[in-house]
């Protein structure tokens, strides 16, 4: 049971194609090592509305966004979205395999996400702001 994907099924998410190809890759490659996270990413890129790259709104949570959120407490967290070797909890870089990384991805501002925590409790938070990183210069 995914809690991650059935409770954000009423929201479209908005995924850019080098993300969607990316993650869906991602997600493959760690189905062994943490199944539940995996599948709930794989879920995500199933439903996902798939947008190229110049087409990607500006408030939508991408790899590499930083989210502003706020919780049902009114509490103020600012976390970036990465990939798992670039996680940092101390820098509040989030990984997209935790239930909120997950539940990031797509996600416009505006929008509330929910994910479940590691003791099985429900989670929301709303989005308040996503800002963008710098453009990559192409190689």
């Keep these: 049971m995914h809690a991650t994907t059935q409770s954000r099924s009423r929201n479209s998410i908005v995924v850019s194609s080098a ?17 539940e996270m995996a599948e709930g990413l794989l879920a995500e890129m199933d ?4 947008a190229a790259e110049a087409a990607m709104p500006a408030d939508v949570v991408r790899m590499g966004s930083t989210a502003t ?4 407490e009114g509490a103020v967290q600012r976390v970036t979205l990465v990939y798992p070797g670039e996680a940092d909890i101390a820098e509040k870089r989030i990984s997209v395999l935790t239930p909120l990384g997950t539940a990031l991805i797509g996600a416009r501002a505006g929008r509330t ?13 709303a989005i308040d702001a996503v800002e963008q990183p710098p453009a990559r210069s192409a190689p």
């Design 69 to 72: 959120l706020h919780d049902s």
């Design 47 to 50: 439903r996902a509305r798939i």
């Design 19 to 35: 993300d969607h190809d990316r993650l869906s890759g991602l997600a493959q490659a760690f189905l062994e090592r943490t199944p």
């Design 113 to 125: 996400v929910s994910w479940r925590s590691r003791d099985g409790r429900v989670l929301t938070a």
